[in-house]
Every structure is written in C-alpha cells, then in structure tokens.
C-alpha cells in the first residue's frame, strides 16, 4: 500500500478520534444529539428510515437512539394515520431548549478550526469533506 494512503488513514483516524473522545457537556449522547439536530434541521416529517439513511446506520439502532430521546422527553413519536407500523417524531419543548443551550459547546470545534484555519481554508476544507462523504455515499 502506498505510503500517502497509509499517512492519509493516520491522519483521518487522528481527527475522528479526536472528535469522538471529545467530552461534551450534554446529557445525550453524540448519536443522540445528531439525531435530534437532524430532526430539528428537517424541512419534512422525519422517519426512522430518514435517520438510518442519512447517518448510514442501522434501522435498529436508530430506533434503539429514537426510545431514548422520547424517554428522555427530548423526541415525540407521532404514529402514522395511514399504516399504523409507521411513524414520525418531532422534537418537543425540552428537545428545543437542549438544542439552545448546548448549540454553541457542539459546534465549538468548527467555530474553533473556522478561526484558526481561515475563511479560506475552512471552507476549502468543508468542502472536501463535503466531497469525499458524496463519494463515500456512492459505493
């Protein structure tokens, strides 16, 4: 393998591990809270399968995230008219005023590369990565 694949992987694993032993000061967890911005962020009425597809994860584990944030009263599940195996969930007041309080503390590390980095390069880099999730998305 050649050895800009190998530093590549490196320095991609660094920043995922930084981000991900990155503590938090929410009382969810990531996954959680991604889903509930993403709710939240939805022009449309959003479903199990919605959420499964856009993070790229299981069906199961994106309803094992959905009971957690409605039994923390964060999410409410909203059952479907049509078929009653389906439903939709929207954040509740709670969920509005956690998504308040915690916005700035959850996107502190953009607004921290966005400084350091340079209007120029942070959006060069949002970019890319904007590119290399299309491209990963495909296969």
Not at 5 to 19: E, G, K, N, P
Not at 74 to 86: E, G, Q
Not at 111 to 132: C, N, V
């Amino acid at each position: 393998m050649k050895e800009s694949i190998m530093d590549s992987r490196d320095v991609v694993s660094r920043f995922c591990r930084l981000q991900m032993n990155k503590k938090m000061a929410i009382p969810i967890r990531a996954s959680e809270m991604g889903a509930l911005i993403f709710v939240q962020k939805s022009e449309d009425k959003v479903t199990p399968l919605m959420i499964s597809n856009f993070f790229g994860i299981a069906k199961p584990s994106v309803t094992d995230m959905i009971d957690s944030l409605i039994k923390k009263t964060y999410l409410i599940k909203i059952p479907s008219k049509i078929d009653r195996r389906s439903y939709t969930v929207e954040v509740t007041g709670k969920g509005y005023e956690l998504l308040e309080s915690t916005a700035k503390e959850y996107l502190k590390t953009m607004d921290l590369l966005e400084e350091k980095m340079g209007d120029q390069k942070f959006s060069l880099f949002i970019q890319l990565l904007q590119e290399a999730n299309e491209l990963l998305s495909e296969e």
